[in-house]
């Protein structure tokens, strides 16, 4: 066998461990900074993330918010619209009320004048009527002695040209 040149020392149990876990300081200081740098690189990105997600979520519900509200102030303008409308015409038809009513009172006033006018004429032709039925009896009185007198002409004349006549003969 050949003479071999790599002998080793033998090395006490506590000096392998710290040569196994990490080999030499330095790279596992490197390792755990990098381990540490990203972790802080991926909790800033999720942050990041999550925030600018949130703005966003904030925005669109921001935008949504100014939409439904320019929705509800359209609504709210087309119904101050028909409300001063309807007032317009509650207004409107209040006058006509007002007129009409002037109108109604005018027209019962008028219907009691002619009511009262009739309730004269009706008086009036009542008392016509009386007279015409006392002129219709003086009348007959009067055509009845006109007829007795009549009457009693012609017996007159009848005696007295019977006398004539008695006596001529």
């Given at each position: 066998?050949a003479p071999s040149?790599?002998?080793?020392?033998?090395?006490?149990?506590?000096?392998?461990?710290?040569?196994?876990?990490?080999?030499?300081?330095?790279r596992c200081l490197?390792?755990?900074?990098?381990?540490?740098?990203?972790?802080?690189?991926?909790?800033?990105?999720?942050?990041?993330?999550?925030?600018?997600?949130?703005?966003?979520?904030?925005?669109?519900?921001?935008?949504?918010?100014?939409?439904?509200?320019?929705?509800?102030?359209?609504?709210?303008?087309?119904?101050?619209?028909?409300?001063?409308?309807?007032?317009?015409?509650?207004?409107?038809?209040?006058?006509?009320?007002?007129?009409?009513?002037?109108?109604?009172?005018?027209?019962?006033?008028?219907?009691?004048?002619?009511?009262?006018?009739?309730?004269?004429?009706?008086?009036?032709?009542?008392?016509?009527?009386?007279?015409?039925?006392?002129?219709?009896?003086?009348?007959?009185?009067?055509?009845?002695?006109?007829?007795?007198?009549?009457?009693?002409?012609?017996?007159?004349?009848?005696?007295?040209?019977?006398?004539?006549?008695?006596?001529?003969?």
């Open positions: 066998m040149f790599y002998h080793y020392l033998p090395v006490p149990m506590d000096e392998m461990g710290e040569k196994q876990g990490c080999g030499t300081r330095p490197v390792a755990a900074i990098l381990m540490v740098l990203l972790g802080v690189t991926l909790l800033t990105l999720t942050i990041y993330y999550a925030v600018t997600g949130n703005c966003k979520d904030g925005l669109w519900a921001q935008d949504e918010c100014r939409n439904t509200t320019h929705l509800l102030q359209l609504q709210l303008t087309r119904t101050q619209d028909n409300l001063l409308q309807a007032e317009t015409q509650a207004n409107s038809c209040n006058r006509t009320v007002v007129t009409l009513q002037e109108s109604l009172e005018t027209k019962a006033a008028q219907a009691l004048e002619q009511q009262a006018r009739i309730r004269e004429l009706e008086n009036e032709v009542m008392k016509l009527n009386q007279e015409l039925k006392s002129l219709r009896s003086q009348k007959e009185t009067s055509s009845t002695v006109q007829v007795n007198s009549g009457s009693s002409m012609v017996v007159s004349s009848l005696l007295v040209l019977t006398m004539s006549l008695f006596l001529l003969v």
